[in-house]
C-alpha cells in the first residue's frame, strides 16, 4: 500500500498547533487540519536535519512495510521513531523528496 498523505513545507514562521520532536529538533503541525493537508515544518537552528529534507518540500505517503518502500532508493533520511509506533523515512527520487510514513493508528499519533 501506498497512499496519500501530505506535503510538507518548511518554513520559519510558528504556526498554531506545533509539536516538537526531538530527535530531529523539528516543530511540525498537523496536515489533517490544513484544508489541502500541509504540514509545516520549522526547524531549530541546531536541528541533526540538513540538506534536502530541511530545504525542500516533500510528499508523503502512509505505506505497510518502510522497510520496503525505501528498498533500492536513495535514503536521504533513514528511518526513524518521531513517537511510539510512527515510523518515517525519507528518499530523494528524481530531485522530490519523499517521506514514507508507518504507523498503526493515525489518532494515537502525538499532535494529530
Request: hydrophobic fraction near 35%; proline fraction near 11%.
Amino acid at each position: 500500500m501506498r497512499q496519500f498523505h501530505h506535503i510538507g513545507l518548511p518554513t520559519d514562521e510558528s504556526h498554531p498547533g506545533e509539536y516538537f520532536v526531538e530527535d530531529t529538533k523539528v516543530w511540525v503541525t498537523d496536515p489533517r487540519k490544513h484544508p489541502y493537508l500541509v504540514e509545516y515544518l520549522r526547524f531549530e537552528p541546531d536541528s541533526p536535519v540538513t540538506g534536502p529534507v530541511r530545504d525542500l518540500p516533500h510528499v508523503a505517503y502512509r505505506v505497510d512495510d518502510i522497510h520496503a518502500a525505501i528498498k533500492g532508493e536513495d535514503v536521504i533520511l533513514e528511518p526513524f521513531e518521531p513517537s511510539p509506533n510512527f515510523t518515517v523515512a525519507f528518499i530523494l527520487k528524481d530531485g522530490a523528496v519523499i517521506e514514507f510514513m508507518k504507523f498503526e493508528n493515525e489518532s494515537d499519533l502525538p499532535w494529530r
